[in-house]
């Protein structure tokens, strides 16, 4: 398995969800931040504006991101209804773009059976065409978790923190059933027997260019 070691200085995230971001990617955040402080990261969240939701995201991506330069923005899209929305939720991302020149984007993937988080990650790949996606997975009852062809191998401490952020900062979602220490660590402990770690977040990647300097 070939590694490519990355420096991101710029990095966008993109969540239809308050949590979704946290849940498919924050243990690479964690490792990413510690290791490159003051990395510039940008995120837009598509729903929860105005209400608790927005609160917790905002408190759990400082504790994700540390040492970073974070910006969050917060829409307030209907929560299961963004197809129906498809024309502002392209605006959104649209001025999102233009906002940034990112190294590195964190979106959800084009097969997620979630239809908000599936229309995010093709609207992501329609404004972001030259940059490097990076398509995060979210554990849930539909039983949609892709093929990945990128692995972040992370340690147990970085697991162990990632869910206890996630337990910290997301009271509103501790009930539901899938929002579970042994689901989040199992996962993660999959993807890394897949790429020799002992821990690692996979993601996938359906394109990328190749070159040599």
């Known amino acids: 398995?070939?590694?490519?070691?990355?420096?991101p200085e710029r990095i966008a995230l993109l969540g239809a969800h308050c949590d979704d971001i946290a849940i498919g990617a924050g243990a690479t955040l964690l490792d990413l931040c510690r290791r490159h402080p003051g990395v510039r990261i940008t995120a837009l969240i598509?729903?929860?504006?105005?209400?608790?939701?927005e609160a917790e995201e905002r408190s759990a991506l400082a504790a994700f991101c540390p040492g970073a330069d974070l910006a969050v923005e917060v829409h307030d899209f209907e929560d299961g209804r963004m197809p129906g929305q498809w024309a502002a939720v392209k605006a959104a991302v649209a001025a999102f773009r233009r906002a940034v020149e990112p190294d590195l984007v964190l979106a959800p993937h084009a097969g997620d059976a979630h239809q908000d988080h599936r229309l995010l990650a093709e609207l992501t790949w329609?404004?972001?065409?030259?940059?490097?996606?990076?398509?995060?997975?979210i554990l849930k009852y539909e039983g949609d978790l892709p093929t990945v062809q990128a692995y972040w191998p992370v340690?147990?401490?970085?697991?162990?923190?990632?869910?206890?952020?996630?337990h910290e900062h997301y009271p509103s979602q501790r009930q539901r059933t899938w929002f579970d220490p042994e689901a989040f660590r199992g996962l993660l402990r999959v993807r890394g027997v897949q790429c020799q770690a002992p821990y690692a977040e996979g993601f996938v990647t359906p394109k990328l260019t190749l070159g040599c300097r």
């Open 1 to 7: 398995m070939h590694r490519l070691t990355l420096a």
């Open 46 to 53: 598509l729903s929860g504006g105005g209400t608790q939701r």
């Open 126 to 137: 329609q404004e972001f065409r030259a940059h490097l996606i990076l398509g995060y997975e």
């Open 155 to 166: 340690t147990a401490a970085v697991v162990e923190q990632k869910i206890e952020l996630l």
